[in-house]
């Protein structure tokens, strides 16, 4: 019963760091999504994939690339890491992007970029 | 997506019935009403979903009013573990609508 698991749980980078961030979901869901959760705010998209080998860009997708090489997994990475990229990151997946499909969350990755 | 109104806070009495209302009054006829929440360092949490009929499952009840500009989330025995931050979302019912917009969402305290 695992649905989105996202690792790792927290990450300390200095700045010009690069890493990645790891979601995979077991629900055969072909649509997946990274958002980042900054201090007090709503959600933003970054980028999302509607299956695999197929991305597209969400609302504030620079600094960052992701990659869907299997129906799974949707890595999320940073290049160059700066202070503005200090945040939660939540990834999710839903079975379609139509109205009644709802998205599911993982537990996010707290990012801090020092 | 049609913008959703929430009361900042509200109390409820442990084992109560937890009554959250959410006003979406320009909501347009193929938007579905969602209801998600997010426990303090947790991801965000799928609830429940509707369209125009009443919705109930294992968590809580939905409640559409009949011209769907309003809805009341209710948790019908409330626990401490219910103690989180309430969001109301509308989404359309096509293809395009990936991102989910969260709103500034109803901060539920479950009094012991």
């Known amino acids: 019963n695992a649905g989105v698991t996202q690792t790792p749980k927290f990450r300390i980078l200095k700045i010009g760091q690069s890493m990645t961030l790891q979601c995979a979901q077991d629900?055969?869901?072909?649509?997946m999504y990274w958002y980042r959760q900054d201090p007090g705010m709503g959600l933003k998209l970054i980028y999302y994939?509607?299956?695999?080998?197929?991305?597209d860009k969400g609302e504030v997708p620079n600094g960052y690339n992701v990659s869907r090489s299997t129906t799974e997994d949707f890595p999320l990475r940073l290049e160059l890491a700066a202070p503005s990229q200090t945040s939660v990151y939540f990834c999710?997946?839903?079975?379609?992007?139509?109205?009644?499909?709802?998205?599911?969350f993982g537990d996010g990755t707290r990012l801090s970029i020092l | 997506d049609a913008k959703t109104t929430q009361p900042p806070s509200m109390d409820c009495a442990e084992g109560r019935a937890a009554n959250l209302p959410c006003n979406h009054s320009?909501?347009?006829?193929?938007?579905?009403v969602y209801w998600y929440r997010q426990i303090h360092s947790q991801g965000p949490q799928y609830i429940i979903h509707?369209?125009?009929n009443n919705e109930t499952n294992e968590m809580a009840s939905l409640i559409i009013t009949e011209d769907r500009k309003s809805s009341t989330l209710i948790l019908p025995h409330a626990t401490l573990r219910d103690t989180a931050v309430y969001y109301c979302?509308?989404?359309?019912?096509?293809?395009?609508?990936?991102?989910?917009?969260f709103g500034t969402g109803t901060r539920l305290t479950i009094i012991p």
């Open positions: 994939s509607v299956g695999a080998g197929i991305t």
């Open positions: 509707g369209l125009k």
């Open positions: 999710a997946s839903s079975r379609g992007a139509e109205g009644n499909q709802p998205q599911h």
């Open positions: 979302i509308v989404r359309v019912g096509s293809f395009g609508n990936e991102k989910l917009t």
């Open positions: 629900m055969n869901h072909n649509y």
């Open positions: 320009t909501i347009s006829g193929n938007e579905y």
